[in-house]
């Protein structure tokens, strides 16, 4: 029989064990996400897959919420997070440390994401934008390449967190 995991069984880290346990080279950057529920998801997201932080940028909200609490279940405590006014000046920072910037958005020349194989040792960060209006245009041409989810239904794109989840999760797969 298929018994369900109780937590006990999980053997989860506490907050503080996980801060101080070793991360992947994984960022996620939110270009202007303005739902709450999307930047609590893509915290809880990246406290799953251990990336080494979570860059906020413009409009995007952040910690303390109850709203992003609400998706985040703690990991808005758990993540390292950092707010930036301009998504720009996020995206320098991480380059400054090393991160090849991957723009999730249906571009010209886009990496169809299937196809994109990441590097074992080095470092990626996520750029995921507006729940509208996408990743600026402004960060598409600073970005160092282009990533874009296959799809095949009707609608345009996936929601933001789901997006930012199958690409975080592609690194994850091919770097562990």
């Excluded at 400054?96 to 074992?120: D, M, R, W």
């Amino acid at each position: 029989m298929n018994k369900k995991k109780t937590i006990w069984d999980l053997h989860r880290l506490t907050t503080e064990e996980f801060k101080q346990s070793p991360k992947l080279p994984i960022a996620a950057v939110l270009d202007n996400v303005r739902s709450l529920s999307n930047v609590g998801a893509i915290l809880r997201t990246c406290d799953a897959f251990a990336a080494e932080k979570v860059m906020l940028c413009g409009v995007t909200g952040t910690p303390p919420s109850p709203e992003i609490h609400k998706t985040a279940l703690g990991a808005e405590d758990s993540v390292d997070w950092q707010y930036f006014n301009n998504t720009l000046d996020a995206l320098k920072a991480l380059k400054e440390e090393g991160y090849t910037i991957c723009a999730l958005e249906q571009v010209a020349h886009s990496i169809s994401l299937e196809k994109f194989n990441p590097e074992p040792g080095k470092k990626y960060a996520i750029v995921a934008g507006h729940e509208v209006n996408g990743v600026a245009q402004e960060v598409v041409d600073a970005a160092d390449i282009c990533l874009e989810i296959p799809q095949r239904g009707t609608k345009h794109s996936l929601n933001v967190s789901v997006s930012a989840a199958v690409a975080l999760w592609h690194i994850y797969s091919r770097i562990i």
